[in-house]
């Protein structure tokens, strides 16, 4: 094994893992609520009644302190419906309820509207905007989708999108032929296998990720690139096998390493073939997209 495989599985089995494995999908309280369930409820009935204990629980949250996990917490409620369209946020309300500062409730409010969740307007107010308005690329927005009652349209539409943008960036890849591209995805591809035999899951899903992201990075479009953060987040969120890199398989390192083979022979029809199989191997995803034509 190559030193970084080395480093990079050490490091996987240290960090904190913000990925979902099998039976995560349960472990926000709202996951199975239904809206027949919240009508008529409190708004803050689903809520951790001390966020600071919750903030130094959930280590796996992108946010650190209680700014992070009161983020994260009026995100998950707002997208589970528990708050809903046009619903007033109040500073005060949220700060009480949360036991947290005025200053802490006004930059998260301040994210919260960077990603098109709510809205703050003088002489209105603070409240939930519509669905519509919500930045829906955003990665803890897709994380929120994913792990509430909205996971099954997130998922399917996540494999839409990587469907749609993955085959044309591998295509698009195989004509920047740079050899420390190459070595560094063909290190991924070995580090997934690896772990694979080591029954290591963390690693094969970073090592996974990565492999998509520098992909979609070096297609030599700044649009596309811009984009790859969305793949990461479908794959850390897919809690399933939505496709065929979500867990691992022989199936699927064949796949990495048709890719690899094709990008190194500047083949992109190849390329862009290869992927399309890699994201058709479970039958779930086939009923989302077709597989690619044989020609």
């Known amino acids: 094994m190559s030193t970084l495989a080395h480093t990079m599985m050490t490091a996987a089995r240290a960090a904190d893992s913000g990925l979902a494995g099998p039976g995560d999908l349960d472990r926000y309280p709202y996951a199975e609520a239904t809206v027949a369930d919240r009508v008529g409820a409190p708004a803050w009935d689903g809520a951790e009644p001390e966020l600071g204990r919750v903030g130094r629980r959930a280590a796996g949250s992108r946010g650190r302190g209680l700014h992070g996990q009161l983020v994260q917490q009026l995100g998950q409620m707002i997208v589970s419906g528990d708050l809903g369209a046009d619903r007033p946020l109040v500073p005060e309300e949220i700060g009480q309820r949360f036991e947290v ?15 098109g969740l709510v809205s703050a307007r ?149 390329a862009e073939a290869a992927m399309r199989q890699l994201l058709t191997v479970h039958p779930e995803v086939e009923r989302v997209v077709p597989a690619p034509r044989e020609h």
Do not use: Y
């Not at 519509?130 to 792990?147: K, Q, T, Y």
């Open 101 to 115: 500062s005025r200053t802490v409730v006004r930059e998260s409010l301040r994210v919260l509207e960077a990603k």
């Open 122 to 270: 003088p002489n209105v107010g603070t409240r939930v905007r519509p669905v519509s308005d919500w930045n829906l690329l955003d990665p803890d927005i897709i994380e929120w989708r994913a792990f509430g009652p909205q996971r099954d349209d997130q998922r399917r539409e996540l494999s839409e999108l990587r469907w749609t943008i993955e085959p044309l960036a591998a295509r698009l890849a195989a004509g920047h032929g740079r050899d420390d591209v190459q070595q560094r995805l063909g290190d991924m591809v070995e580090i997934m296998s690896h772990a694979m035999g080591q029954g290591d899951v963390l690693t094969f899903s970073r090592a996974d990720a990565e492999f998509h992201s520098l992909l979609i990075q070096v297609a030599g479009n700044r649009m596309l690139e811009h984009l790859s953060g969305i793949v990461s987040a479908a794959l850390q969120v897919s809690g399933g096998p939505v496709t065929g890199c979500d867990r691992p398989n022989e199936t699927s390192l064949a796949q990495h390493s048709r890719i690899i083979d094709a990008l190194a022979a500047g083949d992109g029809a190849a």
